[in-house]
């Protein structure tokens, strides 16, 4: 399968890294680059100020694609409080601007460190995944089997609301320096 990822930074690239481990192709494109030919599944490892732009520009292009939506929408001027209305998220405002696409909501509780390392402490790293379209989630599990990660479907992609308090929590506990950016919350499953 082929993976798009948007964005060069930690995470695009640890997310990157971990579809390769599972045998995937992937490819980074580029901010503004003119006609890309996108994937089957598209990851969004970008900022949530960057979305709603990347969506608008490629709209016609990411109709019928699984895009994953990873953004902790924080506000990063106070680092208390998400940008979004309490009761929606950054991926359920994505769906709203791609409705031809399958939004999925993805490496938002997991950091850069352990996506590399595949372990939160002692734990294998699970990726919780939430959305509506459930071919889309048996892809995008499918396409992770084989990579040092574990997947867990967390449910309707309302679910990503509770992700994104999860992914809040999780920053400002090591912004704070309480919890290592190379560690978060596991799971045992």
Not at 21 to 43: R, T
Not at 107 to 117: D, E, K
């Amino acid at each position: 399968m082929k993976v798009s990822v948007i964005g060069k930074g930690n995470m695009g690239q640890a997310i990157a890294k971990n579809f390769e481990a599972a045998g995937q192709s992937v490819e980074f494109i580029g901010h503004g680059e003119a006609q890309p030919n996108f994937g089957d599944l598209v990851v969004f490892a970008v900022p949530f100020a960057a979305e709603k732009d990347l969506a608008n520009q490629y709209q016609a292009q990411l109709a019928g694609k699984i895009v994953v939506e990873i953004a902790n929408p924080l506000n990063f001027d106070n680092w208390d409080e998400l940008v979004v209305p309490s009761d929606s998220s950054a991926a359920e405002i994505l769906q709203t601007v791609l409705p031809q696409s399958k939004v999925l909501k993805a490496f938002n509780t997991t950091f850069a460190g352990t996506l590399n390392s595949g372990q939160v402490g002692d734990n294998q790293t699970t990726v919780l995944v939430a959305g509506d379209d459930e071919d889309a989630k048996e892809t995008f599990v499918s396409a992770l089997s084989g990579s040092p990660l574990a997947v867990m479907d967390a449910g309707k992609l309302k679910r990503a609301r509770e992700m994104e308090a999860l992914g809040f929590l999780q920053m400002t506990l090591a912004a704070q320096d309480k919890i290592s950016w190379n560690g978060g919350f596991g799971i045992n499953q």
